[in-house]
């Protein structure tokens, strides 16, 4: 079992930065591949990006790409999602996950999700 729990997300303003964690639990964390998704109200589930459990292999959607990073530390159990740049577009409730192999933008192959939490950005 690993449970996720994401913070670090906020009200901004366009052009503006945040970076989200999502801490899981469990001591087999560094075996998980380790996505990110956003869900906009009235839209569905959305990759945003994903990181291979060493964190040698990334994946970003194309619309975030050059903006939003993605990292691990597995010393920490944790993962980030260093987003620049943010579009009012963005405003989402954004999920980490964690899938026994990636990384992988399909929300399929993740077998645990955090709560979420609710990115909004302001124009």
């Known amino acids: 079992q690993v449970q996720l729990v994401e913070s670090g997300g906020g009200l901004v303003q366009a052009g503006d930065s945040l970076r989200l964690s999502c801490a899981a639990s469990g001591r087999t964390f560094s075996r998980y591949a380790m996505g990110w998704f956003r869900q906009a109200p009235g839209k569905e589930r959305e990759f945003v990006s994903a990181i291979s459990y060493s964190g040698a292999r990334t994946m970003y959607a194309d619309s975030v790409k050059g903006r939003f990073t993605i990292s691990r530390d597995n010393a920490k159990n944790t993962v980030y999602l260093q987003m620049n740049s943010l579009k009012p577009e963005e405003t989402a409730v954004y999920y980490c996950?964690?899938?026994?192999?990636?990384?992988?933008?399909?929300?399929?192959?993740?077998?645990?999700w955090g709560q979420g939490t609710q990115v909004t950005i302001s124009s």
């Open positions: 996950a964690a899938a026994p192999r990636g990384p992988d933008s399909r929300p399929g192959v993740y077998d645990y």
